[in-house]
């Protein structure tokens, strides 16, 4: 029996050959050694891997598949807002509509420590809340906004 590549050794190979491409002598002389490493490893030679049998279809169709429901299930999260929807309670609304004054990591703090569907905040919410409301209306006063 045949020597096959999985779908993981071929997508490694996929990766190691585009850099076959490289401006850089070392990058492609590099990048050929352990595409040769590779296949020496997979018990194959370029000509089994070149006829195209050496993959396993279904193995290969599968992890299309899981491959593809893992990408629209990405596409679909980073689609909905970061950090939520403000849900009711009022300085989370007041956050949100003017997130531009946060900086990035705020966002972030925001995002992984307040579940902003709640109504009720934990009291370590409340206190990253008002640290933020505080910072908000700090840089509103700054740059001449009504807080």
Not at 12 to 37: Q, T
Not at 64 to 81: H, I, K, L, P, V
Request: aromatic share 6%.
């Amino acid at each position: 029996m045949m020597a096959r590549l999985s779908p993981t050794q071929r997508a490694k190979l996929v990766k190691i050959c585009g850099r076959l491409g490289s401006n850089h002598d070392g990058e492609r002389a590099a990048a050929a050694l352990l595409a040769s490493r590779l296949l020496t490893e997979a018990g194959l030679d370029w000509e089994q891997v070149l006829s195209a049998s050496a993959i396993e279809p279904f193995q290969a169709a599968t992890e299309d598949r899981n491959f593809m429901a893992e990408m629209r299930a990405a596409r679909e999260r980073a689609a909905r807002n970061p950090w939520g929807r403000p849900g009711q309670h009022p300085d989370l609304r007041f956050l949100w509509e003017n997130s531009d004054y946060l900086t990035g990591d705020e966002r972030v703090a925001l995002s992984q420590k307040v579940n902003a569907a709640r109504s009720d905040l934990t009291p370590r919410q409340a206190k990253l809340v008002a640290f933020l409301l505080e910072q908000v209306k700090l840089r509103m006063k700054q740059r001449g906004a009504a807080a």
